[in-house]
């Protein structure tokens, strides 16, 4: 299973960008999609996260209202819409999945994950 995250930039405060994470072209029918991300000197945190189905979603309490998780399954693409960026939100996201009808969004719940996209956000 390989993920590839892109989308990640420059922006400033304010600003948006939109996160892509290609999967390897397999179909991914039964598996939940999440992002995470890590700023210098912290550990992993959750970002979003999204069912299998694609009918639920779940959200770290700094992001919500502001980021949205959606993914393309026919194509099996997983997206983030990020919005009125903060400076807070730098760092490299990550895209990951594992084989689970559920919602997961703890880093140990997934087995497969992408390299990473850096996102800054200046002030």
């Known amino acids: 299973v390989q993920l590839q995250a892109s989308g990640g930039g420059l922006v400033q405060a304010g600003g948006s960008l939109r996160l892509s994470c290609a999967t390897s072209?397999?179909?991914?029918?039964?598996?939940?999609m999440g992002w995470f991300r890590q700023a210098p000197g912290k550990e992993r945190e959750f970002v979003a996260a999204?069912?299998?189905?694609?009918?639920?979603?779940a959200y770290a309490d700094s992001v919500k209202g502001r980021f949205t998780i959606s993914r393309d399954s026919p194509k099996s693409t997983l997206f983030l819409q990020m919005n009125s960026l903060k400076p807070e939100d730098t760092a490299v996201y990550y895209c990951?999945?594992?084989?689970?009808?559920?919602?997961?969004?703890?880093?140990?719940?997934?087995?497969?994950w992408g390299q990473g996209t850096l996102v800054t956000v200046s002030s």
């Open positions: 990951a999945t594992d084989r689970r009808w559920t919602i997961a969004t703890r880093t140990s719940s997934y087995a497969y």
């Open positions: 999204i069912s299998a189905s694609g009918d639920r979603t």
């Open positions: 072209g397999r179909s991914f029918n039964g598996y939940s």
